[in-house]
T-cell receptor, first 113, second 114 residues
Framework: LAKTTQPISMDSYEGQEVNITCSHN???????ITWYQQFPSQGPRFIIQGYKTKVTNEVASLFIPADRKSSTLSLPRVSLSDTAVYYCLVGLLIYNQGGKLIFGQGTELSVKP | DTGVSQDPRHKITKRGQNVTFRCDPISEHNRLYWYRQTLGQGPEFLTYFQNEAQLEKSRLLSDRFSAERPKGSFSTLEIQRTEQGDSAMYLC????????????FGPGTRLTVT
């Protein structure tokens, strides 16, 4: 599974857009990029998954450049409740393939008033 | 609530004792996963089941750990002869096999070994 690198921590203010970038230089052709969010004392929660270009859902957008060696999770107009740890994962995690999730240390996002 | 549930939420035990945790997945999910998380780290994969078959076990899962999913529904994780290093949050997740990247996690069981 491809190793990922993301910032340890980030600070933001309410109402701002937050972009968290993840590097995955060794991503394989069949790998997908998946992001999870985790609040203290809770299990992680799936946010978004993509393969290339741009994916958007009601929570976030995921931008993936053509070479797929990095990806950016974009959170529009964050609020205090978006304070959490965000994990970037890369692997064959779609359809009947894969299974286990390999988490790194994640990015601890702190949103201030 | 039809999410993943885990029981107990907290467990304090003395070193050397055996403990068992239970996980009830989302009913239509055929895959069930166990992870362990220590403070400041991301969750670490332990094992997963597809229906009642245990498909993969991590090297982290020593001989003292055993997991079962007897009827392809709920699962149990047992730790025998607990050690202080076993203190962690034990997380259970479930998913459909066709969407293994989207796993639904339970609230976890926090184990403290004294």
């Amino acid at each position: 599974l491809a190793k990922t690198t993301q910032p340890i921590s980030m600070d933001s203010y309410e109402g701002q857009e937050v972009n968290i970038t993840c590097s995955h230089n060794n991503i394989a052709t069949n790998d997908y990029i998946t992001w999870y969010q985790q609040f203290p004392s809770q299990g992680p929660r799936f946010i978004i998954q993509g393969y290339k270009t741009k994916v958007t859902n009601e929570v976030a957008s995921l931008f993936i450049p053509a070479d797929r060696k990095s990806s950016t999770l974009s959170l529009p107009r964050v609020s205090l409740s978006d304070t959490a740890v965000y994990y970037c994962l890369v692997g064959l995690l779609i359809y009947n393939q894969g299974g286990k999730l390999i988490f790194g240390q994640g990015t601890e996002l702190s949103v201030k008033p | 609530d039809t999410g993943v549930s885990q029981d107990p939420r907290h467990k304090i035990t003395k070193r050397g004792q055996n403990v068992t945790f239970r996980c009830d997945p989302i009913s239509e999910h055929n895959r069930l996963y166990w992870y362990r998380q220590t403070l400041g780290q991301g969750p670490e994969f332990l094992t997963y089941f597809q229906n009642e078959a245990q498909l993969e076990k991590s090297r982290l899962l020593s001989d003292r750990f055993s997991a079962e999913r007897p009827k392809g529904s709920f699962s149990t994780l047992e730790i025998q002869r607990t050690e202080q290093g076993d203190s962690a949050m034990y997380l259970c997740a479930s998913s459909l096999s066709r969407g293994a990247g989207e796993q639904y996690f339970g609230p976890g069981t926090r184990l403290t070994v004294t």
